[in-house]
């Protein structure tokens, strides 16, 4: 067994990124004791019911007390709210770390609730499904995924080192980067994705003239994958675009200057413009395949349907 990292770790909020920490954690060795909170009762029951978290507790005052570290696990835009109420209940040379998509938000939304003689560490791990809630978790979701830490102004160098030790140890690779730069990165690589992908559900939803039956029947890959896309945390997503809103809105715009050229390409003919820019988007695939964050294996890697 190895030695924990932390000998106390606190997870408040209760669904797949909490689950699959408290998991890998416990795979790992790397937390003495792990306590959590969920604000739904129903939540904390299920948590429980599962064995999820050493215990679960009935408030997040009580789940944060003695904690190394506190892990916020709720949506970007209750950050704020929460991190206010367990501020009094932090012990001195606690971090607190949080799993939120967008960076800039959270800071300013959580950094000036925490005492001093509490570091803050944000985090973001690039790892999930499109389900949630406290039985989606599993161990291996940060296995060779990437974690972002986002150090702020101040942020104690052994923090961030623990912290890093802890992520590393769940399986994840480890970067370090600035929060600004982090929430444009993400714009690109996935916020921008998830509304291209919840709009294109929606076209098919509004467009009458294919019916919902044949939408449903005769889902290629592509129309399938957006689906599984558009089907995750609705109030998380929310979150996300309000909280991420200059990023977001600068690479949609970005999208839409290229949607147009394509657009252009199509009426015109210009078979050769479509070709150069298919031809240069298949590299980047390429190179996340290299990169082994996905696999080249036929239908993704998926299960072949049974007969």
């Keep these: 067994m190895s030695t924990p990292v932390y000998n106390r770790v606190a997870l408040i909020g209760l669904g797949l990124i909490a689950s699959s920490m408290f998991w890998a954690m416990k795979r790992g060795g790397l937390a003495g004791e792990v306590t959590g909170f969920a604000k739904s ?10 064995g999820l978290c050493d215990r679960v507790c009935d408030s997040a005052a009580e789940a944060v007390a003695d904690a ?3 892990v ?6 209750a950050m704020g709210a929460v991190a206010k109420e367990i501020a009094p209940h932090l012990k001195a040379g606690a971090t607190v770390t949080d799993v939120g998509s967008v960076k800039r938000d959270v800071i300013e939304a959580v950094g000036p609730h925490l005492p001093d003689g509490v570091h803050f560490v944000p985090a973001h791990p690039l790892a999930g499904t499109e389900h949630s809630g406290p039985e989606s978790g599993f ?11 986002v150090p702020v102004e101040g942020s104690d160098p052994e923090a961030v080192a623990q912290l890093r030790a802890l992520w590393e140890g769940m399986g994840a690779n480890v970067d370090e980067m600035d929060a600004d730069h982090h929430d444009l990165v993400l714009a690109v690589t996935s916020h921008t994705p998830h509304l291209i992908a919840y709009t294109m559900v ?5 467009l009458r003239r294919v019916t919902d039956s044949e939408v449903i029947k005769y889902s290629a890959a592509g129309f399938r994958d957006f689906t599984r896309i558009a089907a995750s945390d609705p109030t998380m997503w929310r979150d996300v675009f309000l909280t991420n809103k200059d990023a977001t809105l600068e690479i949609l715009g970005r999208f839409t200057e290229e949607l147009f050229a394509l657009q252009r390409a199509i009426r015109t003919g210009d078979g050769e413009h479509l070709h150069q820019y298919f031809t240069r988007t298949r590299e980047i695939r390429r190179g996340i395949i290299e990169a082994g964050q996905d696999t080249a294996a036929p239908n993704f890697g998926r299960e072949a349907p049974k007969a």
């Design 41 to 50: 009762e129903a939540s904390r029951e299920t948590a429980r019911r599962i």
């Design 68 to 70: 190394d570290l506190v």
């Design 72 to 77: 916020l696990c709720v949506p970007v835009g």
């Design 139 to 149: 161990a291996e979701l940060f296995d060779n995924r990437w974690c972002l830490l």
């Design 202 to 206: 929606g076209v098919a939803d509004d």
